[in-house]
């Protein structure tokens, strides 16, 4: 099977450098916030081209460090996109503060920059747009919202390393600009990492201090932090990788250009804006087709991965916040459901229906084989009113049937 990342191919060519690096850091005994952290930070800084950088545990805890050292907490909003990996709201919730979703654009399936003004509100203090896959969010529009209202801007860069727009990197837009090196990410250690790019000084300050126990000086806590540093393993593998990191981007949009060249017509490719250097961290196809695609591609031997099924605002752990499915619906990727495929399934639905009816079952019986199915693409009021009409009864006996 092709693996989604090889990490063991990228090994065979970078292993001898790891190794010598690995035995440097061993052999001087020094592991946490030691050299090679520094390096690193600085290499970082220049390449993003920002004043600082800071290493710390984790992607995650780089964006919860940045929102709490910004003054994000309790009462506060943060507007977000609903299309991203869990960690982006949980770095919100973690602070007190509330993640407020704008939905996305159907082209990059970034944040809808546009949009996000209808979402302000007097209790919000920030935006975090995510570069998702690798392609920039539209940091030129949001930059002039957040001036307008006088926002903080977080960056979730975790995977978009080295990716630009009109030149210039992100992480070096916003207030913060987060990273994680996560091992799959563009650039990966082998373990846990983060990094926050940062253009204030204070900032800068404050953060180094939170991943540090609220310390600055050996055993002076000026605050309550936490322990979030990168350690100089995973800083020496890290420096290995950076050297190699506009190779392995420029090697990454080559490869895109032969899919997209390939996959024209046949799937929705992946969308490079004008003016944006997309480092693809995941080429990423649309398709009504999906389900289709992806055995087919699992057949001759290739891995694939379904991003992200369950959009934030469906996620179980979030249904305090009171969304409903169809609130956004680029992100729940309502335009994919076309006509032809709704009708596809609807068949299917009558044709399963007819056939447990011929083996005897009853409505109620058939009811709750069909929920089970619904529990499979989430709790859905609309599919459950489809199965209702295949089983030619309304919505509420349906739901009574089922025991709702
Ligand atoms: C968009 C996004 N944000 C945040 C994170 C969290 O990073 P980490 O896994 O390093 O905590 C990830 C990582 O997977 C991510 O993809």
């Known amino acids: 099977m092709i693996p989604m990342v090889d990490l063991k191919k990228e090994f065979d060519e970078i292993g001898k450098e790891v190794i010598d690096i690995l035995t440097e850091i061993l ?3 020094h592991y946490i916030l030691g050299p090679k952290v520094s390096e690193l930070e600085r290499k970082i800084s220049e390449y993003i081209g920002v004043p600082a950088a800071i290493g710390v545990a984790s992607g995650t805890d780089a964006l919860h460090l940045s929102l709490n050292a910004l003054g ?3 009462g506060d909003e943060v507007i977000t996109t609903p299309f991203t990996f869990f960690a982006t709201a949980e770095a919100i919730i973690y602070t007190g503060s509330k993640p407020v979703f704008v939905d996305v654009e159907a082209d990059t399936l970034n944040i809808a920059a546009k949009k996000i003004e209808e979402k302000i509100t007097d209790r919000t203090k920030a935006i975090l747009p995510v570069h998702l896959f690798g392609h920039p969010a539209d940091m030129k529009v949001i930059g002039e919202i957040a001036k307008k209202y006088n926002l903080k801007v977080i960056e979730d860069c975790a995977q978009a390393f080295g990716a630009a727009s009109n030149g210039k990197k992100v992480g070096s837009f916003g207030d ?3 990273f994680s090196f ?4 563009n650039l990966g250690a082998y373990g846990d990492g983060g990094m926050i790019t940062v253009n204030d000084p204070i900032v800068s300050d404050t953060i180094k201090r939170l991943r540090n126990h609220g310390s600055k000086g050996v055993y002076r806590h000026e605050s309550v932090g936490f322990n979030s540093r990168l350690d100089e393993i995973q800083a020496g593998i890290l420096l290995v990788k950076l050297k190699r990191i506009e190779e392995n981007n420029n090697g990454r949009t080559q490869k895109a250009a032969i899919y997209t060249k390939l996959l024209s017509g046949k799937v929705k490719c992946p969308q ?3 003016g944006f250097y997309h480092v693809y961290h995941q080429y990423t196809i649309m398709t009504p087709k999906r389900d289709k695609v992806q055995n087919t591609l699992k057949d001759s031997g290739i891995s694939s991965v379904v991003y992200y099924p369950i959009p934030l ?4 752990a979030l249904s305090y916040l009171d969304y409903k499915e169809g ?3 680029v992100a729940e990727r309502k335009q994919l459901e076309d006509s032809k495929y709704l009708m ?3 068949k299917a639905q009558k044709e399963l229906v007819r056939r447990l009816k011929e083996k005897g079952f009853g409505n109620k019986q058939i009811a709750m084989i069909l929920i089970s199915n619904i529990y499979g693409e989430r709790k859905r009021l609309s599919i459950a009113k489809e199965w209702a009409g295949s089983l030619g009864i309304s919505l509420e006996e349906f739901l009574k049937l089922i025991g709702r």
């Open 27 to 29: 052999e001087s005994s």
């Open 72 to 74: 994000i907490g309790e």
């Open 176 to 178: 913060a600009g987060c």
């Open 182 to 185: 996560y091992p799959s990410k």
């Open 272 to 274: 490079e804006k004008d």
């Open 313 to 316: 605002h469906l996620q179980e």
């Open 327 to 329: 609130d956004f619906p």
């Open 344 to 346: 596809v399934r609807k």
